[in-house]
């Protein structure tokens, strides 16, 4: 392929995994890296800096939504930020060290875990405010969100643990260039116990803040190639606007299926390519 | 609060397609150089260094004669771009002293130099 094929090729797939990705709820950088390294065969360091800031696009666009309507909790957002930003500088400098296959290992079992992650039946547990976590009542993480019968209260729960999961999650998005949204999620609702809206809205704001650790350090390394960043940025952004638009129409139960069975199928392929093994 | 919200918001919303405009007209004026030319030709030989810190990036990019130039204006946007969760950070710090919540300024305030750091180590 030459140019401008090549580029064109890669925001358009860009743009379809952007369009997914708002439709099923996992951000593009869990897509866009297999993409590229298995449909391009681009490197995957300059696949996850790529991925990396497209996810910062897309952050911006759909927390600045959500910040809007009132639902997204800055104080919980700003004080887990704590700690996805210390593990992501911690993944995104181990991720320097590491060889190329052992990244690709790596993601692809993290994608297979956001698959089941994504593919489970969640259960709301919420609180109330006065059952919440002493250290929350403390640092007044507690808040409530617009509902059709005015605003509800909700409390927090573990914000200790949640702190810690929150760290892995930050690790996993230095060390893979993904936003790792499906892994805040969980800390946020099943440790957290912070209703599902709140988690959805207030992990968007913190998926950039994130993503913005570690891609400095890839900015370091040279793996952000400005011919590679641009398709995949805007195509990635453009994808998630329509996406959203999308998203009152689509046949999202039936879309959510054939796409988590294809993540399954990359996943495995990014895994055997770690070992060298090659499928298809 | 809630001005503060929509205003950080609409902050946000601007920053990022202001960013994504100068990453497309870069990218197209990159690609009309490079016309024809195998993508392999200008990927994946690693950044040379002027490239790997956004203060030299903008130099190199603001060097209007200079070989590479059509890649700094991408990397301009790409600046812009990575701007974004900073300045979203500070601003959400800056909302907090107002609102005289000192702790909550200090950890907004400790998150940004965690990313300024990341930027800069």
């Avoid at chain 1, 109330?128 to 969100?145: C, F, H, K, V």
């Amino acid at each position: 392929m030459t140019e401008p094929t090549f580029d064109l090729a890669v925001a358009a797939a860009s743009f379809l995994a952007g369009v997914l990705g708002s439709l099923i709820g996992l951000g593009g950088g869990i897509i866009i890296t297999p993409l590229l390294v298995i449909g391009f065969g681009i490197d995957i360091r300059y696949a996850m800096g790529a991925a990396l800031c497209s996810v910062i696009a897309t952050s911006s666009g759909a927390a600045a939504a959500y910040l809007r309507d009132g639902i997204s909790n800055m104080r919980i957002g700003i004080f887990l930020c704590v700690a996805t930003t210390i593990g992501a500088v911690c993944g995104a400098m181990a991720a320097t060290r590491m060889n190329p296959s052992v990244l690709s290992i790596i993601f692809g079992v993290a994608l297979l875990i956001t698959v089941l992650l994504s593919a489970r039946a969640k259960k709301e547990r919420a609180l109330t405010p006065n059952e919440s976590d002493p250290i929350a009542q403390r640092l007044r993480l507690t808040g409530s969100y617009p509902s059709e019968d005015g605003p509800r209260a909700y409390g927090v729960a573990g914000v200790l643990p949640g702190f810690a999961v929150m760290w892995v999650a930050g690790v996993l998005s230095g060390l893979l260039g993904i936003g790792s949204g499906a892994f805040k999620v969980v800390a946020m609702d099943q440790v957290m116990r912070i209703p599902f809206k709140v988690t959805t809205a207030t992990s968007n704001f913190m998926i950039g803040v994130t993503a913005a650790a570690s891609v400095g350090i890839y900015l370091k390394k040279g793996y952000l190639d400005p011919a590679l960043v641009a398709p995949v940025s805007l195509g990635v952004l453009a994808g998630a606007f329509v996406g959203a638009r999308l998203l009152a129409v689509a046949p999202v139960a039936l879309l959510r299926v054939i796409f988590l069975s294809a993540v399954l199928i990359i996943a495995v392929q990014m895994i055997a390519r770690g070992l060298g093994v090659q499928i298809g | 609060m809630k001005d503060f919200s929509t205003w950080l918001a609409r902050v946000m919303v601007t920053g990022t397609l202001v960013a994504a405009g100068v990453i497309a007209i870069g990218l197209v004026w990159f690609l009309a150089a490079h016309f024809g030319e195998s993508p392999g030709d200008h990927l994946f030989s690693g950044e040379p260094k002027y490239f790997t810190d956004p203060v030299g990036m903008l130099h190199r990019a603001l060097e209007w004669n200079e070989v590479g130039h059509r890649r700094g204006l991408i990397m301009i946007g790409i600046v812009l771009l990575l701007a974004g969760p900073p300045v979203r950070v500070a601003l959400a710090g800056i909302g907090y002293f107002f609102e005289k919540d000192r702790l909550f300024a200090a950890i907004s305030a400790f998150v940004f130099l965690v990313l300024v750091f990341s930027f800069f180590w």
